[in-house]
């Protein structure tokens, strides 16, 4: 029997994902555990990976659309479904645009094979659904005007709704006979937005050679390369062919004077993503940048193992990348999500900080004189946060009521404490959860965070290794801020902020009770927590234990 692959859930509190990307097409064979599919919530961008070995069958959820967790994505074949058919599923490759849509849109519904049936015939094409809960659109271009020869699959119209803007392709070959919805109209869901005629056998043969689309627009891939999903390899546009690209890049390239033409794009079927705008922005950047690159973080040995390179390294990137003065530009699905969940936490946990000042001087000696062995000896760079991580560890064993949640009118004690570790990204901020890491040694907790930090940035994470976080750690000090204060995951109850790490002058009291000056490594610490359930008294203990853990470091690093 062919086996369902459903879009899984990447979160507790996550109830739906984008498919981003195809890295397989209809027909072709896969082995189990390889990644079929790209998909992006608000806490991870992850490849997903196959059930089963066997052949990708149908695909039903195209590139870009927004869909529920559970649903159902696309099919893997067996053997006894694939023995026999291999020839006509790829023969119908062409046919399924539906299965790999060049535009990364969803196909355009009740229209299909039918339009083919005779020659002459009348398709309508109608307004896409784009989204589980999406439920109109506005069409925002046409791409071809009444009396144009279009392609199966050829970009015809742009739409826009508040989860995607996408192009729209032509479910059948012929002429575009009649717009029924103009520009800048908003219609729901299945109306008639269009018709396409079928042409005669010459101009329908004809058809697949009017591929340029009007200036700006997109140029259409050939049939056999629109079957291809994945968009793996960089494919430049044939010489004079406006590469394929969404309106969003297109207007950027308009805004700063780039040729599209000139690019290689990235994307699926050679499509021009935002990226590839912003590293050609970068490039004449990049000579005059370096020298601030690594300025701010290296200063400081703060914590850096929770932020990827691009949270330290790429801070020139910035510049090029912010939207130039006067711009409007519309939130990426990742940040519209990660807004409506930090106005949720504040709107559902009445937030309190406290923040605490450690003497992390023996660390900070420690470190500079173990780390060169430690990293021989166990493969893994010793870094601030292991020590940070476990310090908290105990202090949450001592006060469970920081590792605790609400639910209803009662409070959960929760039996393991699943660290959450903040993960700075390119492209936003997810938060990859180390389980039990009560039970881990300090080397266990200081793999666990380089494991988890790199598979990150990888796009390698599992669903479940972002779920069912007990207590999260966030480390903005990298930046050189003194501390900050954090909003709370929900469902958790408690935040710790790491602030930065700085050498200070500081009053101390020696052995025998005289005071004097010296030079520390001090850092902040500022706890954000839950005041429902967990009280200032609770809070201050808290901090008070987890301040002398470091301080007073005793625990074989290994």
């Known amino acids: 029997m062919p086996i369902d692959v459903v879009m899984p859930q990447m979160g507790e509190s996550i109830t ?46 195209q590139e870009g659309a927004t869909v529920g967790v559970g649903t159902v994505v696309c099919s893997i074949l067996g053997a006894e479904e694939t023995a026999g ?11 399924s645009a539906s299965g790999a849509a060049p535009a990364k849109a969803a196909p355009v519904s009740g229209s299909g094979p039918a339009a083919e049936a005779a020659m002459g015939s009348a398709t309508e094409v109608l307004m896409p659904q784009m989204g589980e809960s999406i439920t109109e659109g506005t069409l925002t271009r046409w791409l071809k005007k009444v009396g144009d020869a279009v392609a199966r699959d050829e970009p015809i119209f742009e739409i826009s709704t508040d989860k995607v803007d996408a192009e729209i392709p032509s479910p059948a070959a012929g002429v575009l006979a009649e ?23 010459e101009a329908a043969a004809a058809a697949p050679q009017v591929q340029a689309a009007p200036p700006g627009a997109v140029a259409p891939a050939a049939p056999t390369a629109a079957g291809s999903p994945n968009g793996a390899s960089a494919v430049p ?15 950027m390239a308009a805004e700063n004077n780039i040729d599209l033409r000139s690019l290689t794009g990235t994307g699926a079927s050679g499509r021009i993503t935002k990226q590839d705008i912003l590293r050609r922005l970068q490039e004449p950047l990049a000579v005059p940048a370096a020298p601030v690159v690594a300025a701010p973080p290296v200063s400081a040995p703060a914590p850096v193992t929770t932020a990827a390179p691009s949270a330290s390294a790429p801070s020139p990137a910035a510049p090029s990348s912010a939207p130039l003065p006067g711009e409007l530009v ?24 406290t923040v605490f000042k450690v003497d992390m001087t023996r660390i900070v000696r420690l470190r500079e ?47 393991n404490i699943n660290l959450g570790i903040a993960v700075a990204l390119e492209w936003g901020l997810i938060v990859p959860v180390i389980q039990q890491a009560e039970e881990k040694s300090f080397l266990g907790v200081a793999r666990a965070i380089a494991d988890v930090a790199e598979r990150a940035r990888a796009k390698k994470l599992a669903p479940e290794e972002v779920a069912g976080g007990t207590f999260t750690l966030t480390n903005s000090g990298i930046f050189g801020e003194q501390f900050g204060l954090p909003i709370i995951a929900q469902p958790q109850s408690a935040i710790l ?13 020696g052995e025998d009770g005289q005071d004097s000056i010296a030079i520390r490594s001090m850092q902040h610490f500022a706890l954000g927590f839950d005041h429902r359930i967990i009280d200032g008294a609770d809070a201050g203990k808290f901090m008070a234990d987890f301040k002398a853990c470091l301080e007073n470091w005793s625990e074989d690093i290994g």
């Open 330 to 353: 519309p939130l990426s699905r990742m940040r519209s999500i990660i807004a409506k969940r930090m106005v949720e936490s504040k709107a559902t946990s009445p937030h309190v900080h």
């Open 179 to 201: 717009i029924r919805v103009g520009e800048g109209q908003t219609v729901t869901i299945n109306t008639v937005v269009a018709v396409i005629r079928t042409a005669s056998t």
């Open 497 to 509: 902020g790491i602030g930065g790490l700085s050498k200070e002058p500081v009053v101390v009291t």
């Open 237 to 251: 546009a044939a010489e004079g062919e406006t590469p394929r690209s969404s309106p969003l890049v297109r207007k």
């Open 16 to 61: 739906e994902g984008t498919l981003t990307k195809w890295l397989k097409r209809p027909g072709e064979a896969v082995t189990r555990d390889e990644p079929l599919f790209e998909i992006s919530t608000d806490k991870v961008d992850a490849e997903i990976p196959s059930p089963a070995g066997g052949v990708l069958g149908d695909i039903k959820v």
């Open 369 to 415: 004189r173990e780390k060169s062995k430690y990293e021989q000896r166990n493969g893994v760079k010793l870094t601030y946060m292991p020590f940070i991580a476990r310090a908290a560890v105990q202090a949450l064993r001592k006060h469970a009521i920081v590792n605790a949640s609400m639910q209803g009118e009662a409070i959960q004690y929760h039996r």
């Open 85 to 95: 058919q291999a020839a006509p599923a790829k023969a119908a490759e062409p046919a």
